[in-house]
């Protein structure tokens, strides 16, 4: 039974007397609540009035604030495929929300590749050859049933000025008729912990596509955040309508020139603190709502939008994010893991000798490892050459889970990673890298769509190597134990450096572990 809250309604009147009790739309029928764990329930109600809850044999009671919010905390429950019934009482008035599991329960949050659908992934890509993902991903989504794999989806919602309390959503479970609206990498993601932790998994879905991450950062973690809400306001004052018409009259114009079929275009909106352009506007519309709800931990797949503003400083931004939802959610240093940029664009048969900002974002997701409880997700071998969102998420998915298992529930037998470049040392002519997460060992490998990587004789690739004049060349590179490489070429006698997969679609790159994950990016100098 689902209780829907509209929270301007609730801000400007905080002496409300409320008609029913009121809950966030995240407490409803089917909800998942996360095992093993202190659960925080909240809600509104009359002021002074007495909130009890009970639930899986327990009962919690707690008085409603002045401004008619109440929260209380019940106690760890063991997961299990009970399907449990919590009673609130307030007063006389009583409401009972039914079918609720407890189990593993994640955020998943991000730009378009993850808020991207099995409904939008059934359907063909701009890029031939990928028939065969299209195909697996709507089988899955017309026959998978799983009443114990359910998500919830936060719809767009942006607030640079207030921070909402609810949303309008429901939670489903995978099945014919929802599994089509389930984000796909979140529900690979959950589909490999359900099959491996063997209880209920319930996912939070908030995320927008095209949208950078400082929308999704806390208030709290910007330092002068009144003074970029008063530059926003200023910006909007003086936002010039007439001018944004014609330009983008002069945009259709161009497409007109260039044979496009023409219509006639609308008139641009102006701009307004609900834009999700704005920083915090999305974690206060679409984060917020579902703070403090007990999770295990989030998963993040966002940074394209961050190609086309000061790419340099994604690895600061993502820290903070990171920091800022850990300070809201107070439940300590949450495993967060997040993916890196798939590769896209097409190749480029040169070394890169000057900066690329897709490179910039994935080498900045690089150094953001060493933020505590993260781990990376690398897609280098899974991207589309013309579709920047690629269709194969069954391995974002598959990819996210394994750092999961490995890391968050300790399944150590699970890889978590590819090779990850930890050092190097030079030696006479050439450069010898030291990896960790090498697994059973280094290997060359192949990957092909949804096919395991196959190791292969082709000769190791994707490293360049330069020297003192920093020219950068292709590299001879071969490995020498189970988790080193050497790399050296030979009018290059004293190198200077390395990198490997320094392009934006580096598929020459096929350095793996034999659990056949790829190794990410990296240089040997500072960037």
């Known amino acids: 039974m689902r209780r829907y809250l509209s929270t301007i309604y609730l801000l400007l009147n905080s002496s409300i007397a409320w008609a029913e009790i009121q809950l966030p739309a995240v407490f409803s029928d089917g909800a998942v609540l996360q095992c093993e764990a202190d659960l925080p329930v909240w809600g509104w109600a009359d002021a002074g009035s007495t909130v009890t809850v009970q639930f899986a044999g327990q009962t919690a009671t707690t008085t409603v604030t002045d401004n008619g919010t109440w929260k209380l905390t019940l106690q760890p429950v063991a997961a299990s495929y009970q399907k449990h019934t919590m009673r609130i009482e307030v ?169 496009s079929k023409g219509r006639q275009p609308r008139k641009p909106a102006a701009p307004s603190l609900r834009s999700p352009g704005l920083p915090t506007s999305l974690y206060n519309g679409m984060i917020h709502p579902l703070v403090p709800y007990a999770m295990r931990g989030a998963i993040w797949y966002q940074g394209e939008a961050n190609t086309r503003t000061i790419p340099e400083k994604y690895g600061a931004l993502l820290n903070t994010l990171v920091k800022g939802w850990r300070q809201e959610w107070q439940q300590g240093d949450f495993p967060f893991y997040f993916c890196q940029l798939a590769a896209y664009t097409a190749p480029l048969s040169d070394p890169l000798q000057n900066k690329d900002p897709w490179v910039t974002v994935c080498h900045q997701m ?110 001879s590179a071969k490995i020498i134990s189970n988790n080193e490489v050497e790399a050296f070429h030979p009018s290059i006698p004293q190198p200077r450096a390395v990198r490997y997969a320094w392009q934006p679609n580096p598929i020459h790159a096929n350095l793996y572990n034999q659990e056949g994950l790829p190794t990410s990016l990296f240089s040997t100098e500072a960037e």
């Open 366 to 475: 690089f150094l953001s490892t060493n933020i505590p409880n993260t781990g990376m997700v690398v897609l280098n071998d899974v991207g589309q050459v013309k579709d920047i969102h690629p269709r194969n998420k069954v391995d974002v998915g598959l990819r996210l889970s394994k750092w999961a298992l490995n890391s968050t529930y300790g399944l150590k037998e699970i890889v978590a990673s590819g090779p990850h470049y930890r050092s190097y040392e030079k030696r006479e002519n050439t450069i010898v890298l030291t990896f960790d997460h090498s697994g059973s060992g280094l290997m060359v490998g192949k990957k092909t769509l949804l096919e395991p990587t196959q190791a292969t004789e082709e000769p190791l690739g994707g490293f360049q190597i330069c020297g003192e004049d920093r020219e950068w060349k292709w590299a």
């Open 91 to 259: 007063d006389t008035e009583s409401l009972q929300l039914t079918d609720i599991l407890v189990g593993e329960v994640w955020l998943c949050s991000g730009q378009s590749n993850m808020e991207s659908t099995l409904d939008f992934l059934s359907t063909n890509t701009v890029d031939p050859g990928f028939e065969s993902v299209v195909a697996f991903i709507t089988n899955e989504r017309n026959t998978t049933n799983d009443e114990f794999l359910r998500h919830i989806k936060v719809p767009r919602k942006a607030n640079a000025e207030n921070a909402e309390l609810n949303f309008n959503g429901a939670w489903k479970h995978a099945s014919p008729q929802n599994n089509g609206q389930f984000s796909a990498a979140a529900y690979f993601f959950g589909k490999e912990l359900r099959k491996h932790l063997d209880r209920p998994v319930g996912l939070l879905n908030s995320s927008w596509g095209g949208k950078r991450i400082e929308p999704f950062i806390p208030p709290s973690q910007f330092g002068n955040y009144d003074q970029i809400l008063e530059d926003a306001r200023e910006r909007i004052q003086n936002h010039d309508a007439a001018k944004a018409e014609q330009d983008y009259q002069q945009v259709v114009m161009t497409w007109q020139e260039a044979g």
